[in-house]
């Protein structure tokens, strides 16, 4: 069973603090994202990565960063933390070779 | 880019009757076409998904049918259960495993 780990299921942080989000994957998935999950918008992908040091931006990147420097992890940074980046932060990976993704279990991170 | 619109945003049905759940995408270029049940404080979990070269694929209670010309692609859920209610999420892809864009999800409520 492939699974993906984020390190904080809770995470309150201050304005204007960097912030970074944790994901790993150990089933050797080439490709791997960043979401961020709010009611009523769905899932709006902020970065993507398909292979170690590369990354591109999705639909909604301003405000974040993202680094991948091993192929099992995928960081996602906040580089200065603003209230409306509270929000469910979700990462996923998958194989090019198909099929959908696999979720890790979400961070739900609020800025006060 | 693609722009997939789910519709509706709330469903509630007694048990054992059917729901359908509707999604429609801007980019005729996507191929790949998966379904998503997020439970309360989970995280999202595939349930079934369907390729552009297949026009209904069914897995037990559960079916998906699309239509390319018309780009739009259905959720039907047969004889509803208590634990069918979910946020269900339709996403397109121009390829598995590639990035996906996601509906804005649809709030299954089944009553007993």
């Known amino acids: 069973d492939v699974k993906v780990t984020q390190s904080s299921r809770y995470l309150v942080k201050r304005t204007g603090e960097k912030v970074f989000l944790e994901c790993v994957q150990d089933?050797?998935?080439?490709?791997m994202f960043w979401y961020r999950q709010d009611p009523g918008l769905g899932l709006r992908l902020i970065y993507f990565?398909?292979?170690?040091?590369?990354?591109e931006k999705g639909d909604i990147p301003e405000g974040y960063s993202v680094s991948r420097e091993k192929k099992e992890r995928f960081s996602l940074i906040l580089e200065s933390a603003s209230t409306n980046q509270t929000s469910m932060y979700l990462c996923?990976?998958?194989?090019?070779?198909?099929?959908?993704?696999?979720f890790g279990s979400g961070t739900r991170l609020t800025v006060v | 880019g693609e722009n997939v619109e789910q519709h509706p945003s709330t469903l509630s049905v007694q048990e054992g009757d059917s729901a359908v759940i509707k999604c429609t995408y801007s980019?005729?270029?996507?191929?790949?076409f998966p379904w998503y049940k997020q439970e309360l404080g989970k995280r999202p979990q595939l349930i079934i998904d369907?390729?552009?070269?297949?026009g209904e694929k069914k897995d037990q209670r559960i079916a998906v049918t699309l239509n390319k010309t018309a780009k739009h692609f259905s959720l039907h859920i047969t004889e509803t259960q208590p634990e069918d209610s979910a946020v269900y999420f339709c996403?397109?892809?121009?390829?598995?495993?590639?990035?996906?864009?996601f509906g804005g999800g649809t709030r299954l409520m089944v009553k007993p």
């Open positions: 996403a397109a892809s121009k390829r598995a495993g590639n990035m996906l864009t």
């Open positions: 990565s398909y292979d170690v040091k590369m990354k």
């Open positions: 980019d005729s270029a996507s191929n790949y």
């Open positions: 369907i390729r552009s070269n297949v």
């Open positions: 996923a990976s998958s194989t090019p070779l198909g099929g959908g993704y696999t």
């Open positions: 089933m050797d998935h080439e490709n």
